[in-house]
């Protein structure tokens, strides 16, 4: 399966070589985190190969796939910016595709851009990856990484935060769960 997927992923980038060291780099640090945390690294690592295999579908394509395959696609489609809108598409294609029915990977897949409350470790490991790998270069990240050493819950908090901050600069669509996450970690690291 993950020689596959690998296989597949060299092809489908072949043209967009950052994606993939992007790609890999979410692979080395969930799975890096995965061990300290005691999870099944062969979930982890599925899902953040597949995590992004979607992101260069045109907008009109990401629509018509969640159209299709979610029931609450108008509240996505409503909620979600365009910039998210793979993550959507991604898991469909890890079910059709690949036939991962396990919901830590669809649901890692799912969550990845923004965030929800309440992540359960695969979740929130995918989620701070994307973030934090080796290739982002933005201060945020940075700050992130080296919080992500010592609190998990804090890092989410932190990435989530700097994320809608970034959205609102940009006058972009949030979604509730991005804000519901917000006020989720910010409670849980004050207690
Ligand atoms: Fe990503």
């Given amino acids: 399966m993950i020689k596959r997927i690998t296989s597949d992923l060299e092809l489908l ?4 070589p950052n994606r993939l060291k992007h790609i890999y780099g979410v ?18 690592e599925i899902a953040a190969l597949l995590h992004d295999i979607t992101k260069y579908y045109s907008y009109e394509y990401n629509c018509e796939v969640i159209k299709k395959n979610y029931k609450n696609h108008e509240e996505i489609l409503s909620e979600f910016n365009k910039a998210t809108l793979h993550a959507f598409s991604a ?25 929800k409350p309440n992540m359960n470790l695969y979740e929130q490991i995918l989620f701070i990856s994307d973030y934090i790998e080796p290739t982002r270069k933005y201060d945020s990240c940075i700050k992130v990484r080296k919080i992500a050493e010592s609190s998990l819950d804090k890092a989410t908090y932190e990435a989530i935060n700097d994320s809608i901050n970034l959205y609102e600069g940009m006058n972009q669509l949030i979604p509730k769960t991005a804000y519901q996450a917000r006020i989720y970690y910010k409670e849980l690291t004050e207690e």
Avoid: M, P, Q
């Fill in 27 to 44: 692979k080395d640090t969930a799975i890096s985190l995965g061990k300290k945390y005691n999870l099944d690294l062969r979930k982890l």
């Fill in 91 to 115: 898991a469909v294609v890890a079910k059709e595709k690949y036939n991962i029915t396990d919901n830590d990977i669809i649901n890692a897949i799912i969550s990845h851009t923004v965030g």
């Fill in 13 to 16: 980038l072949k043209f967009k």
